[in-house]
């Protein structure tokens, strides 16, 4: 469902909304980080360097994307603002060999993190406002739940 405020013709607000998977009725965090998993998959190929430049990009425009349409739809971190949500996904995936357990393991690891915000998440969310505070939430989760399964490889593998 699209919010009051949501502007059809503003493709920032698509963005933030995760080009619609935002508008999911239930748990639009999860599917903007499904969403966020798909988009992955062309990025995945990419050189490190590169992949982290992407990172490193889409994060600093999300600051501005999250905090523009956040600020226009009068609403703090909206739900169905979750470019946040790809751009965690993606740091999640960091390095990940691309399979379908690499994938999942990521997926789950990322969103029970980004659901149960334990420190230091949970205080940057209650303490980092505007764009930078709905990003960075998300990318502290990502780095976290990249550390996991980063080490999870190491031991298995």
Known sequence: MRPAGFDRTNPVHWLAFGLGSGFAPKAPGTCGSAAGVLLYLPLADLPLAIYCFVIALAFTAGVWI???????????????????????????????????????????????????????????????????????????????????LQACYRLLY
């Open 66 to 148: 999250c905090g523009s349409t956040s600020r226009q739809l009068r609403v703090h971190d909206h739900g169905g603002i979750v470019w946040d949500e790809f751009v965690g996904v993606w740091i999640t995936l960091t390095a990940v060999p691309l399979t379908l357990s690499g994938l999942l393991c990521g997926f789950i690891l990322f969103r029970v993190l980004d659901i149960v915000k334990p420190w230091p998440i949970n205080w940057v969310d209650k303490k980092v406002h505007g764009g930078l505070g709905i990003m960075l939430d998300d990318a502290i989760a990502g780095v976290l739940a990249g550390t996991g």
